[in-house]
């Protein structure tokens, strides 16, 4: 299911697995409650250090994509619908990504940014 990293690309490696678990969602291959790879397994048979896949692992539970479940292992999060979500987390990351270089350009402090966001989601 997972194919091996390009070592020779510019992108990290974690990132590229990560978005190879975006592109298996996304297309329908993963749906939710599946399971995923131990990180020491999925390490193992993609060549890549266990910290590797651990940290695109936590990138996804942070976007919401997955979420570990302690010993019972990671699972690709419930109400993570095929298609729309995956390109709409990638959408959603990179203009995340975007306002905290800007915000950040400008001089703003972290919370007065983050105070910025909740207003414009009338939170």
Do not use: I
Request: proline share 6%; glycine share 10%; net charge neutral.
């Amino acid at each position: 299911m997972f194919s091996p990293v390009d070592a020779s690309s510019s992108t990290p490696p974690f990132e590229q697995l990560r978005a190879q678990v975006l592109t298996l969602v996304g297309d329908g291959a993963l749906v939710p409650g599946d399971r995923l790879p131990t990180v020491r397994s999925l390490a193992g048979e993609l060549g890549m250090a266990p910290n590797t896949v651990a940290r695109a692992y936590r990138e996804l539970e942070a976007d919401g994509v997955l979420e570990g479940r302690g010993r019972s292992g990671t699972f690709v999060r419930a109400g993570v619908v095929q298609g729309r979500t995956a390109d709409a987390l990638v959408s959603a990351r990179a203009a995340a990504e975007r306002y905290a270089e800007a915000t950040t350009s400008l001089g703003m402090e972290p919370e007065a940014a983050l105070a910025l966001v909740r207003r414009a989601l009338g939170l």
